[in-house]
């Protein structure tokens, strides 16, 4: 009896560890398709490291106010809520562009889903942090389905210069605190001038293993100093 309580104990402990594995792969299959996502264009003008300066291109985004800035204790909900807010805009709660039937003054609007992009960028004016998507590229801001929650607005982002840090691991602030002092810390020895408030930048849907996943940490900058070569540095 005990031999056949042992090999049944065995017999399901390797089910566990199968279902385990099963899961993973499921997991890791999710994040391997979330790196297809749309992502603004930029181009590397300077690489050191995990750091690099970029050129970007201007892009559109949905944002909204995740609540103010100093309330870190309630950061988590904040930031739950304003990615739902968005997450609802790009899966039905918006208006298509309206249109006027040939035959009768009937005024026809709709909803439309629209395409997933990366990355999900938080940022901070005005006391306010603001949470945004990027818009996917076939729209421009007359375009875009106009969204039907007054606390969703769109915007464009205007071409700039960026530094940013990459990391892995979770989105924490004691992860974006960690990086962000690296980067300041690079950014005050190479005597670069910021302008404004951090953003971070988040890849990776919250299913993404750990390891797999890409954040970030950019300042807009004036200019790069003459000392960085333009071209990326091995």
Do not use: C
């Not at 800035?69 to 309630?74: G, H, M, R, V």
């Amino acid at each position: 009896m005990r031999r056949v309580t042992e090999a049944a104990r065995l017999q399901h402990r390797g089910l566990g560890e199968l279902l385990k594995g099963l899961l993973l792969l499921v997991l890791l299959l999710k994040a391997a398709a979330s790196y297809g996502l749309e992502t603004p264009d930029y181009e590397v003008l300077y690489t050191e490291g995990n750091i690099e300066y970029r050129r970007y291109a201007a892009f559109n985004v949905a944002q909204t106010s995740v609540g103010n800035a100093d309330s870190l204790e309630n950061r988590g909900k904040m930031n739950q809520d304003g990615f739902m807010r968005l997450f609802r805009y790009i899966t039905g709660d918006n208006l298509t562009q309206s249109s006027i039937a040939m035959t009768a003054p009937v005024i026809e609007t709709s909803s439309a889903k629209i395409a997933m992009t990366a990355p999900v960028i938080e940022s901070e004016a005005d006391g306010e942090l603001r949470m945004a998507f990027m818009l996917p590229s076939e729209y421009t801001l007359d375009t875009a389905p106009t969204p039907t929650d007054s606390a969703v607005t769109l915007r464009e982002i205007p071409a700039r210069l960026v530094a940013s840090i990459r990391y892995s691991g979770r989105w924490t602030e004691k992860n974006v605190q960690k990086f962000k002092t690296r980067l300041d810390a690079h950014l005050s020895e190479a005597g670069i001038k910021t302008l404004g408030e951090f953003s971070t930048a988040v890849y990776n849907p919250p299913f993404t293993p750990p390891f797999m996943r890409r954040n970030e940490i950019h300042y807009e900058i004036d200019a790069l100093p003459l000392s960085l070569q333009l071209g990326p540095k091995s």
